[in-house]
């Protein structure tokens, strides 16, 4: 049986700057905001980050967070796209992660953009996404997620956390990475061969599924509004251009063989198509 203890601390461990340092290495890679953006949006020739804010308006529209509103960003990383969302909606946010480094970046994020005022960082223990016990029943009108589950081993406690810390009628909104069926991989222990890699260099606790998501959600109490493959059809290639590539490879700061392999895995899911990305979501009825 996996001890879920050790996984959740190496995930820490992976981002710490005083670890291994994948906050250090993803900034300088690609700035304070770190997930995919919208297909489309890049496919007519947009930034990766121009994509990213694109998605982000978009799941913040599904949201449907306003003014006076609150709202709890999980996995929030070096804070970007926290107070993105913050900016999109007039909504306050707190942002949560379980590596102190990264909250400590997103707080100077903050500062830096003058938005103290709508969003706090805290820095949560390594399982306290399995009862988010600190925040009092039905006090958020949103949870939101972007591509952090993915490192979670019990998903579905957190799916009842984030029940719990909604108001009814509150949305759940986020997107993640995924694992699917495709071409030659059709088995489990075929997607596993080129998934393992992904989740081994990464620290992923295995991934889920565009339809396991919604089991969970449902499993929890939710009404699942949405569960969406971002790159249906497709291969998932977002947010890697070419040159992009190159640093990646090359990029020689603190464990950068870590992200070297990590990068390499990753491309060779994305290319055997059985990764990509999906977005969702889901409300706490009424
Ligand atoms: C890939 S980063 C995502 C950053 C940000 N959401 C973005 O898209 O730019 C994953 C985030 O999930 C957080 N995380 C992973 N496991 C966690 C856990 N057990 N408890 C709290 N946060 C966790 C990490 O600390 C990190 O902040």
């Not at 909504?91 to 102190?100: E, L, M, Q």
């Not at 509004?225 to 290639?237: G, I, M, P, R, S």
Request: net charge negative; glycine share 12%; proline share 5%.
């Amino acid at each position: 049986m996996t001890d879920t203890r050790i996984h959740e601390a190496k995930v820490r461990r992976f981002y710490d700057a005083d670890g291994e340092g994948a906050g250090i290495a993803y900034e300088r890679l690609m700035g304070t905001i770190w997930h995919h953006g919208d297909p489309t949006a890049e496919a007519a020739g947009m930034s990766p980050v121009e994509a990213a804010l694109i998605l982000e308006r978009d799941l913040m529209a599904v949201a449907g967070l306003g003014l006076g509103d609150r709202a709890l960003d999980f996995g929030s990383g070096p804070g970007g796209a926290t107070l993105n969302c913050a900016r999109l909606t007039g909504a306050t946010f707190v942002g949560v992660s379980n590596s102190d480094s990264l909250s400590q970046r997103a707080r100077a994020l903050a500062v830096e953009q003058g938005m103290v005022q709508q969003a706090v960082f805290l820095t949560i223990g390594d399982q306290d996404y399995r009862t988010l016990a600190a925040w009092p029943d039905s006090c958020f009108d949103a949870v939101t997620f972007f591509e952090s589950v993915c490192h979670l081993p019990d998903k579905n406690m957190f799916f009842e956390a984030a029940f719990r810390l909604l108001k009814p009628g509150g949305r759940l909104v986020g997107m993640d990475w995924l694992q699917r069926p495709w071409g030659v991989c059709q088995t489990d222990e075929q997607i596993q061969r080129v998934i393992g890699p992904v989740c081994e260099h990464i620290r992923l606790a295995g991934l889920g599924t565009v339809d396991s998501y919604p089991v969970m959600m449902r499993t929890a109490g939710f009404e699942v509004t949405h569960a969406v493959d971002l790159f249906a059809e497709q291969l998932c290639w977002g947010s890697t251009p070419p040159e992009d590539r190159e640093r990646w490879l090359t990029y020689d700061g603190p464990a950068g063989d870590v992200f070297q392999a990590g990068k390499r895995a990753l491309d060779a899911a994305r290319g055997a198509g059985v990764f990509t990305v999906g977005w969702f979501a889901a409300t706490r009825p009424r």
